[in-house]
């Protein structure tokens, strides 16, 4: 007799990440943290956000806080414009059943001086 397992398909999650500052995390010099825009494969959002936590806790960063956008069908149906190379690395998450990091904006105490 054998089981009816439902395995539940992968999806992609657009998810932002807040960051802090740790011991060779590679952020530029003065900054105090970041904010990078990732998009990750999961069964669902949990699994998601979990892989990409540990991910980034392996390439020596500290995240703090994680914040779900849904998935491109979900953002499509919310009618937000998501342009083709966003869509492309989707895809390649998919595809590779891994995280990507596709935006990574550092935060300053200071505003930068623009002369």
């Given at each position: ?16 990440v807040?960051?802090g500052r ?6 530029p ?20 956000v979990?892989?990409t936590?540990?991910?980034l806790k ?18 499509q ?20 059943n ?18």
């Open positions: 007799m054998s089981c009816c397992v439902t395995k539940r398909a992968q999806q992609v999650y657009t998810l932002l807040q960051v740790k011991a060779g995390d590679g952020l010099e003065g900054a105090t943290g970041a904010a990078l825009m990732c998009f990750a494969s999961g069964v669902d959002e949990a699994e998601a979990r892989e936590v540990a991910i392996q390439a020596d960063l500290a995240p703090l806080d994680v914040t779900g956008y849904g998935t491109l069908k979900e953002r149906a919310e009618e937000q414009d998501i342009p083709q190379d966003e869509q492309d690395l989707m895809q390649r998450a998919l595809d590779e891994s995280v990507i990091v596709a935006q990574m904006t550092p935060f300053f105490d200071k505003p930068e001086r623009r002369d």
